[in-house]
């Protein structure tokens, strides 16, 4: 590979890193047939229960994902 290319693959590997960092609020309105949208995302798993919980009311579905995407939190 020449330099260009090389320096390609580290930049291109640092967005899929950055991308899958943070704790992802996600929601459903008010079906499980509606698809799951994020809300926000927050850079530690407290702060983002902390909010999640405190709209869990407001949404039918209130959900957590960690940076890998496992579910954390659920309503």
Not at 22 to 43: E, M, N
Request: charged letters at 20%.
């Amino acid at each position: 590979m020449n330099h260009k290319q090389d320096d390609y693959k580290v930049n291109q590997n640092e967005t899929i890193f950055i991308e899958m960092t943070g704790w992802a609020l996600h929601y459903r309105p008010d079906k499980v047939s509606q698809p799951w949208s994020i809300l926000c995302t927050y850079d530690n798993k407290l702060s983002a229960i902390i909010k999640a919980n405190q709209i869990s009311g407001e949404y039918f579905m209130v959900k957590v994902t960690d940076p890998g995407g496992s579910i954390t939190w659920s309503n």
